[in-house]
């Protein structure tokens, strides 16, 4: 059945069918006048004192002029009920939306029409601060799970018309709402196509976090190419750059496209703090970045094959720490990292009364009693901590970051320097080679814009920033696309 | 859509391209004993660059999107755009080899005698080989960062052997004629690969640089010109005024500069030297593939790309057995076997070719 029917029996018993075995579907019969009328909703996603005091109360007592069933719905439309989220539905896919979503839909007979009013009234956790993206000035509201809550925190921020949200639906089961948010006078078409085309072809059963869609939107690769957000400001000032952004029902993360790799390195305090501090902490994450991903790799490499590198003072001090330890430098380092790897893991999982108990042994066994029994040395210890704590300053990169140590560890321990070296060059292939809805994801570095290093090698003052617009669609090479052998 | 890249991209790609070579330059190659004296023999590059840059020029004028294999094709046809696409394919596969032999030679006789050669092959090959499949954007994107980290070590370097510099280790200028100077100058152009690089790059060079619709081709290519022979002088400056006679005992004095080098405790700082060294040979030889790839557009993509991986291996293999014994490399490798090479692909053929487009154009006009 595709289409309602005009009798409300042959419409209440195949959706009642749909629904069988679901506790939380309520049908309630009732007569409106002298046609007989149905209310379908969903339990816990609808106020029920909404739906008795608007709707099941006016129905009741409207004295109606008719009983022709769609004159009666026309009646009611018009004059009974005046919800502000008002729908006429004509097909049984619709009216199954309307009711996931927190509608109310009244039946009746001899209509085959059926209308919806809004009446959410389910539980939702409150505009709260973002744990992932602190700020130190600035706002302290976050994107809640209720997309329309997010919809309505991104409205407030821009008071203009040309803020479009344009609704989809995606996931085959899960029938998740989304929108598609972009400012029109900015975005470019072509970007807001590419996306639509993109989320079109997503073949998800359910969408139960916005990381499920990152790999319909982009191919996969060792960076993510579509940004996360949890704040509404940083998505405002995403969405002035000609970026667009994708809300999710039932995460508090949004998504936009086109995602450049500096952006990784900007955060929404670099724009609040003063220009000369921003800059200094853009540059230390910079360092911090190479460091996190190089420095293991380059130990092991300089350790186990060009020691000569190392000033003399150095080099005595970590040939006497590694004499004692049976391990060679390479699987040292693979071990303690490894070890960090699985503190980590245990001390995001474990329940929260017994993470100091993770945070302890950690501490005593790796810091103390390892080095204390020679197992491993001190200064491949301290690598590892100095790499751990470096790669935290850039936590979007956490992912990439963690395998690429790894790897760059093994590499410095097979080949020595000149190894880590050559997988630098390869990385930076890899990272020149890639775009982000046509846009290149290493611009405005690769291709090369020095107007755009205001925001990238410093940050300038707003007096500068705002001088210049910084569409993603005009970075140096966008809209090119990718021509290969 | 043919991808396109700007003039500052190209002209720092062919910069690492050239450079890489260009500093491998030593006292047994150019005969003689004063190094310095090779300043002249860059400048006499200089002058037959820009001379034989101008047939290209005027031919990528008339034919923007045109490579000179393709106006080959369109003036003289396939008989002979097909042989000429075969000699630029031989000419880059030769110099491929040539520069991943002189870097292998580099590792490993200077460097660390017991480095794998296998490995490094393997590596940088496999690196490059990636770049020229990912295309010509990828390179030249990445060019910028590479040939920016190349002149901050090259900078640290020099500014770390700065207070080495001893003026009175600088001899006087041609004291033994000139003859160096002109061998030095056909080892140069021998080793350029610059125009033929050019001739078929040409067409992914976009028409405009900046908003207002100008293109910096030419401004680009004298400042490339200029700065690499300018970045020459400087190297040469500081390998004589430091190493002295030493320098004409070193197979690779750029290499021993580097590894007298001492900043702030950290010593040697020749491993600086060999990672940018390698990253700008990786440019070169993914660019000297790309360029491949171009010479056998007829054929379709999917096994242009294979035959690429193939030429690849194939370059693996001659650069594994060359650098098995130095004689070797030294008798493939002579001036004498690369010069003619250089000189049809670089200015030969673009000469000739600019000559039969200018009659081509004449009759045109006549009829």
């Known amino acids: 059945m595709e289409n309602l029917s005009e009798h409300l029996k042959e419409n209440v018993t195949y959706i009642n069918g749909l629904f069988e075995n679901a506790m939380d579907y309520i049908e309630r019969e009732f007569m409106v006048g002298t046609v007989p009328a149905a209310l379908l909703t969903m339990d816990g996603l609808v106020s029920k004192q909404h739906i008795t005091l608007s709707i099941l109360n006016p129905l009741m007592r409207a004295k109606i002029p008719t009983d022709n069933g769609k004159e009666t719905l026309l009646f009611i439309e018009e004059n009974v009920l005046c919800a502000v989220e008002q729908a006429e539905l004509s097909t049984v896919s619709e009216v199954l939306e309307r009711m996931m979503n927190g509608f109310a839909v009244l039946l009746l007979d001899n209509c085959p029409t059926a209308l919806a009013f809004g009446t959410q009234g389910f539980a939702a956790r409150g505009v709260d601060e973002p744990d992932t993206e602190v700020m130190q000035r600035g706002s302290r509201e976050g994107f809640v799970e209720t997309y329309q809550t997010n919809i309505s925190l991104l409205r407030r921020r821009l008071k203009t018309t040309e803020l479009k949200f344009e609704k989809m639906t995606i996931g085959e089961e899960s029938q998740t709402p989304a929108a598609l948010c972009y400012l029109k006078n900015i975005a470019d078409p072509k970007i807001i196509n590419t996306l639509k085309k993109r989320l079109s072809a997503c073949n998800l059963k359910d969408v139960l976090a916005a990381g499920y869609l990152a790999g319909y939107l982009e191919r996969p690769a060792i960076f993510d190419r579509v940004g996360f957000t949890e704040r509404p400001d940083t998505l405002c000032g995403k969405l002035h750059e000609g970026r667009i952004g994708l809300l999710i029902d039932g995460t508090p993360t949004a998504l936009y496209v086109p995602y450049l790799f500096v952006e990784n390195f900007q955060t929404a305090d670099d724009y609040a703090n003063r220009p000369f501090y921003a800059t200094f902490t853009r540059w230390l994450k910079y360092i911090a970045f190479f460091l996190a991903i190089f420095l293991p790799g380059l130990y092991v490499g300089i350790a186990a094959h060009d020691p000569e590198l190392l000033p003399e003072t150095l080099l005595v001090t970590i040939a006497q720490a590694e004499r004692s330890t049976p391990f060679p430098v390479m699987l040292e380092a693979i071990l303690l990292y490894f070890m960090y790897e699985l503190m980590r893991e245990a001390g995001l999982r474990v329940p929260k009364p017994l993470g100091s108990s993770v945070g302890i042994v950690g501490g005593l066994v790796i810091g103390e009693t390892a080095v204390s029994a020679g197992l491993v040395s001190a200064p491949s210890l301290v690598v590892i901590a100095v790499t751990v704590i470096t790669g935290y300053t850039i936590p979007k990169l956490y992912e990439p970051m963690a395998v690429l140590r790894l790897t760059f560890i093994l590499v410095g321990g097979i080949w020595g320097v000149w190894g880590v070296l050559a997988g630098f060059t390869f990385l930076l292939f890899e990272l020149c080679g890639k775009t982000s809805f046509s846009v290149p994801f290493l611009a405005p570095v690769a291709p090369f814009r020095l107007s755009a290093m205001r925001d990238v090698l410093v940050r300038a003052g707003w007096k500068r920033l705002v001088r210049h617009n910084a569409f993603v669609q005009h970075m140096p090479g966008a809209g090119k696309g990718e021509k290969h052998l | ?367």
């Not at chain 2, 690196?127 to 295309?135: C, D, F, T, V």
Request: charge should be positive; hydrophobic fraction near 55%; charged fraction near 10%.
């Open chain 2, 1 to 367: 859509m043919k991808t396109k890249i700007s003039a500052l991209q190209l002209y720092l790609m062919l910069f690492l391209s050239r450079v890489i070579v260009s500093i491998t330059i030593n006292v047994q190659t150019v005969g003689g004993s004063n190094l310095i004296e090779s300043i002249f023999s860059s400048l006499g590059l200089f002058l037959y660059l820009t001379v034989f840059s101008l047939p290209l020029f005027v031919l990528h004028k008339s034919h923007p999107e045109a490579s000179l294999l393709q106006i080959a094709e369109n003036n003289c046809g396939r008989g002979v755009s097909v042989p000429m696409s075969a000699i630029y394919a031989l000419y880059f596969i030769v110099m491929n080899i040539f520069s991943l032999s002189l870097f292998l030679t580099l590792l490993v006789n200077t460097t660390d005698p017991v480095a794998s050669r296998f490995s490094i092959v393997l590596v940088v090959l496999g690196i490059a080989l990636y770049g020229a499949i990912r295309g010509i954007e990828t390179i030249s994107r990445a060019s910028v960062c590479i040939f920016t980290l190349f002149m901050l070590g090259m900078g640290m370097i020099f500014l770390a052997v700065s207070p080495n510099v001893t003026p009175h280790y600088l001899m006087p200028l041609f004291y033994d004629g000139t003859d160096q100077t002109v061998q030095g100058f056909l080892v140069f152009t021998a080793r350029c690969s610059s125009l033929a690089e050019f001739a078929v790059l040409m067409p992914f060079l976009t028409s405009t640089d900046t908003k207002s619709g100008k293109s910096h081709r030419v401004l680009g290519f004298v400042v490339w010109n200029g700065g690499i022979t300018v970045f020459l002088g400087v190297l040469l400056f500081f390998i004589v005024s430091c190493l002295g006679e030493y320098a004409a005992l070193q197979v690779f004095p750029a290499y021993t500069l580097a590894s007298i080098a001492e900043i702030a405790g950290i010593q040697r700082l020749d491993a600086l030297f060999i990672g940018i060294s390698m990253m700008a040979l990786i440019v070169r030889i993914a660019c000297g593939l790309f360029c491949i790839a171009v010479c056998m557009t007829p054929i379709p993509t999917r096994p242009r790309a294979w035959l690429t991986a193939l030429i690849a291996a194939l370059t693996a293999v001659l650069s594994l057995w060359l650098t098995d014994s130095a004689a070797r490399v030294g008798a493939v490798f002579r001036t004498a076997y690369l010069l003619p090479f250089s000189v049809l692909t670089g200015a030969m053929l673009p000469s000739l070719l600019w000559f039969f487009d200018c009659i081509k154009k004449k009759r045109r006009r006549a009829a």
